[in-house]
């Protein structure tokens, strides 16, 4: 029988994921704003910053400085990417709260986005977990490609069911099976959740859904029936991946929002609130929110 989760944790991710791959390079007055308007809606969690390479993803080059002038809310914690000791040293520096280790299933987006193998991606994120809770820091652990790979086409699940309690032995609290390129379906993802749960508690497992096919929202359904109630969106439906060319935004937080008020699951968060950051983002790009809810929405409020 459908048992579907009372409240839902919404991870905001449109301040990294959707502005990582963005062609022109918001400034970090903007990002800043953008965080602090998402904060008043309620969210409790906004990732908010990657401490990467900035050869490799140039638009998140200002991360300390995002980190450094924001307004922090007590109760809300903005996770930041860390993908090597470099990362983790400034994620500290920064006062993060929370940082967030990426893998991937496939080899050659291993390679793509990190220039190194998964073993290598996933030995590099041990020392950094293990700091974090030292320094009392949590840790989410992503893991990319999990129901397909630009790159390598299908995957195994039991690839990702092995990467996944390789995070969670090495501490992360938290596993993000990630649909990177966007091209499951509500069954694939069902059924990867399902081969998951005996060795990952649904509690622990968060869903990062991109959009490129129209599946995100029909995913996190299927995905929410078997009791997963922590899920990832972004902002107007921002996002991409720089090493997944054509991938599309993130499952869109207003379009997420809107089908979670609508089945009577609490999230805590304000759908007025979310549209100010909705409006002030579209603003700052020059272009409507990719979201159907946002559209509708927005042209709603101006009558
Ligand atoms: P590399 O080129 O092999 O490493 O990159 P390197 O050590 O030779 O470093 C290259 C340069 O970057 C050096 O500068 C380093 O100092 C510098 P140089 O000496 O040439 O002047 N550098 C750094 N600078 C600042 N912060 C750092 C840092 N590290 C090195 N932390 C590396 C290896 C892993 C660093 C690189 O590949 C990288 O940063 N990759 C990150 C790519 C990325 O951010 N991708 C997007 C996020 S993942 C994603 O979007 C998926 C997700 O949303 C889930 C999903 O949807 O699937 C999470
Ligand atoms: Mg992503």
């Known amino acids: 029988m459908t048992q579907l989760p009372k409240s839902v944790r919404i991870v905001e991710v449109g301040p990294r994921d959707g502005l990582q791959n963005e062609p022109v390079m918001v ?51 903005y996770p930041v990417l860390t993908p090597n000791k470099r990362g983790f040293d400034a994620a500290v520096a920064a006062n993060a709260q929370e940082i967030a280790v990426f893998g991937a299933v496939s080899e050659s987006f291993s390679k793509a986005n990190a220039n190194s193998s998964l073993d290598e991606i996933l030995n590099r994120a041990i020392p950094m977990v293990e700091q974090a809770k ?23 699940p039991l690839k990702v069911l092995d990467v996944a309690i390789q995070l969670r032995e090495m501490g992360c609290f938290e596993i993000v099976v990630s649909d990177t390129i966007g091209t499951g379906t509500p069954q694939q993802a069902a059924a990867l959740i399902e081969l998951l749960v005996p060795r ?36 107007a439906g921002l996002g991409g991946c720089p090493y997944a060319k054509g991938a599309a935004g993130n499952l869109a937080t207003e379009d997420l929002l809107y089908m979670l008020d609508g089945l009577g699951i609490e999230t805590g968060v304000s759908m007025e609130r979310i549209l100010e950051a909705t409006d002030f983002i579209s603003g700052v790009l020059g272009r409507p929110p990719a979201s159907k809810t946002g559209q509708a929405l927005l042209k709603k409020r101006e009558g």
């Open 134 to 156: 030292a320094h009392g820091m949590k840790a989410r652990g992503y893991i990319s490609c999990c129901l397909g790979c630009p790159y390598e086409g299908d995957i195994d």
């Open 200 to 235: 990952i508690p649904i509690e622990e497992i968060a869903v990062h859904f991109h959009d490129t096919y129209g599946q995100a929202l029909a995913n996190v359904y299927a995905c929410m029936q078997l009791g997963v109630s922590v899920v990832d969106s972004s902002i």
């Open 27 to 77: 400034s970090t007055e903007d990002k800043v704003t953008l965080i602090e308007l998402l904060g008043k809606s309620g969210l409790k969690n906004i990732e908010a910053a990657a401490f990467v390479s900035p050869k490799w993803v140039p638009r998140m080059a200002d991360s300390a400085k995002v980190m450094e002038q924001i307004e922090r809310l007590p109760g809300v914690t």
